[in-house]
């Protein structure tokens, strides 16, 4: 079994910065592509960012230049890094991740429960 644990939400005002973590745990081998979604109420789910298993990233054309994701492959562990950040930018962020579990070599979705970002002064 694997767990996504999502943290580093919380308010903060038009312009500033904060920095999400995507901790997986449980019994993992490997960790292939994550992305980081984020949904608002009245919104569809929109994908943020992705980063491959090489590290190759991709950015929704809202938030690219604005946003970093990277991974920590040693402590399975993914960041979305975000800056200048906007009212529109307000959502709950979910993490999603390919693990190839140790057990049996099994290549599973796994998503974590989310952490809320407020953008507002």
């Known amino acids: 079994q694997v767990q996504l644990v999502e943290s580093g939400g919380g308010l903060v005002q038009p312009g500033g910065s904060l920095r999400l973590s995507c901790a997986a745990s449980?019994?993992?081998?490997?960790?292939?592509?994550v992305v980081w979604y984020r949904q608002s109420p009245g919104k569809e789910r929109e994908l943020v960012a992705r980063?491959?298993?090489?590290?190759?990233?991709h950015y929704a054309d809202s938030v690219r230049g604005r946003f970093t994701i990277s991974r920590d492959n040693a402590k399975n562990t993914v960041y979305l890094q975000m800056n200048s950040l906007k009212p529109e930018d307000t959502a709950v962020y979910h993490c999603?991740?390919?693990?190839?579990?140790?057990?049996?070599?099994?290549?599973?979705?796994?998503w974590g429960k989310g952490t809320l970002v407020t953008v507002s002064s």
């Open positions: 999603n991740a390919n693990v190839v579990e140790s057990t049996w070599g099994h290549v599973l979705n796994y």
């Open positions: 449980g019994s993992i081998a490997s960790i292939n592509d």
């Open positions: 980063i491959d298993s090489s590290g190759g990233t």
